[in-house]
């Protein structure tokens, strides 16, 4: 019997990673599936996993030589994959926990957990110049979530030509979170469904729909991904997802104070080059000026007066 069991295992797909919505992750042969769950045998036992749970489901390829790749280091991000759209009702309500209201004396705004190891992102600008950062934190319970400040929070690295901030919480213990993948700005289409969730004006966890304006708006030498999404203040820092629960940019302004519809997002592509080279841009509190730091490039001076500048030969 087990033998038969043993052979049915090996003409059923191959390995799968499964990301689920706690934060946790597999690996195994998916053996079989319903509409509502994935049978995963784990070499073991087999599993049963609800579909409902499943963040993501991707491929585990062989690396060169038939080893089995890797494991990223501590402080990776969670890739998406090719995940099924689903609605914006199902996504906000799995992903709520991924998204951070961040609190500065002076400012606020939000950003979103990339890894299980508690790393966020949110904007440069929220942060820039602050020693004092708290984050809420929004654990799914049920239908609802409970609210939890934490207080331990260190900026890791601040890039503010793109108006990025890496930041960690340093004690994770008991929270629970969900880590929102990241997905690729480049697969984008104008017209296609996307929506944001943040803390605008302080009002928490609010979710807004639109769909693709733009994807190359550009603004001050960079381009940004234009959305009828609603963006404002408070905003700045936070996810902006496609239909697959991946994020495609982080919300980081509006077209002026009054104007509505006109909501611009840095391509999620951005955040993937802090993280690659985050040694560069890296933060120490005791010497703030460490990392790469952007300068306008220099003008000419402009004459004396009286003089008329030399004209070129």
């Given at each position: 019997m087990m033998a038969m069991l043993s052979a049915l295992l090996l003409t059923l797909g191959g390995q799968e990673t499964i990301q689920l919505g706690s934060g946790a992750r597999l690996e195994g042969t998916v053996v079989k599936e319903t509409a509502d769950q994935v049978f995963v045998d784990l070499g073991y036992t087999i599993l049963g996993i609800p579909v409902k749970d499943i963040?993501?489901?991707?491929?585990?390829?062989?690396?060169?030589?038939?080893?089995?790749?890797?494991e990223r280091s501590e402080g990776s991000w969670i890739e998406g994959g090719e995940a099924a759209e689903r609605s914006v009702r199902e996504l906000s309500g799995r992903l709520g926990s991924a998204v951070v209201l961040v609190a500065c004396p002076?400012?606020?705004?939000?950003?979103?957990?990339?890894?299980?190891?508690?790393?966020?992102?949110?904007?440069?600008?929220?942060?820039?110049?602050?020693?004092?950062?708290?984050?809420?934190?929004?654990?799914?319970?049920?239908?609802?979530?409970?609210?939890?400040?934490?207080?331990?929070?260190?900026?890791?690295?601040?890039?503010?030509?793109?108006?990025?901030?890496?930041?960690?919480?340093?004690?994770?213990?008991?929270?629970?979170?969900?880590?929102?993948?990241?997905?690729?700005?480049?697969?984008?289409?104008?017209?296609?469904?996307?929506?944001?969730?943040?803390?605008?004006?302080?009002?928490?966890?609010?979710?807004?729909?639109?769909?693709v304006s733009t994807l190359a708006r550009p603004f001050e030498g960079l381009t940004y991904i234009q959305t009828t999404?609603?963006?404002?203040?408070?905003?700045?820092?936070?996810?902006?997802?496609?239909?697959?629960?991946?994020?495609?940019?982080?919300?980081n302004m509006k077209a002026g104070f009054f104007s509505e519809g006109l909501g611009f997002a840095i391509p999620v592509e951005r955040v993937k080059e802090l993280l690659r080279n985050r040694e560069a841009f890296a933060f120490d509190a005791d010497h703030p000026n460490t990392g790469h730091r952007y300068l306008p490039p220099p003008r000419r001076a402009a004459p004396p007066a009286g003089k008329k500048p030399e004209e070129k030969q």
């Amino acid at each position: 019997m087990m033998a038969m069991l043993s052979a049915l295992l090996l003409t059923l797909g191959g390995q799968e990673t499964i990301q689920l919505g706690s934060g946790a992750r597999l690996e195994g042969t998916v053996v079989k599936e319903t509409a509502d769950q994935v049978f995963v045998d784990l070499g073991y036992t087999i599993l049963g996993i609800p579909v409902k749970d499943i963040v993501r489901r991707a491929p585990v390829e062989a690396a060169p030589g038939g080893a089995r790749p890797a494991e990223r280091s501590e402080g990776s991000w969670i890739e998406g994959g090719e995940a099924a759209e689903r609605s914006v009702r199902e996504l906000s309500g799995r992903l709520g926990s991924a998204v951070v209201l961040v609190a500065c004396p002076g400012k606020m705004g939000s950003g979103f957990f990339i890894s299980p190891q508690g790393h966020v992102i949110t904007n440069c600008h929220v942060v820039e110049g602050e020693r004092k950062i708290t984050l809420t934190i929004f654990e799914k319970r049920d239908k609802d979530f409970d609210k939890r400040k934490v207080e331990k929070v260190k900026i890791l690295a601040l890039n503010p030509y793109y108006d990025l901030a890496l930041l960690q919480v340093e004690d994770l213990e008991e929270l629970k979170f969900v880590p929102a993948p990241l997905g690729a700005a480049a697969r984008l289409a104008v017209g296609e469904r996307v929506f944001a969730i943040g803390n605008p004006m302080g009002l928490e966890r609010t979710v807004t729909e639109g769909i693709v304006s733009t994807l190359a708006r550009p603004f001050e030498g960079l381009t940004y991904i234009q959305t009828t999404a609603q963006i404002n203040p408070g905003n700045s820092g936070g996810p902006l997802f496609n239909l697959r629960g991946e994020v495609v940019g982080v919300t980081n302004m509006k077209a002026g104070f009054f104007s509505e519809g006109l909501g611009f997002a840095i391509p999620v592509e951005r955040v993937k080059e802090l993280l690659r080279n985050r040694e560069a841009f890296a933060f120490d509190a005791d010497h703030p000026n460490t990392g790469h730091r952007y300068l306008p490039p220099p003008r000419r001076a402009a004459p004396p007066a009286g003089k008329k500048p030399e004209e070129k030969q």
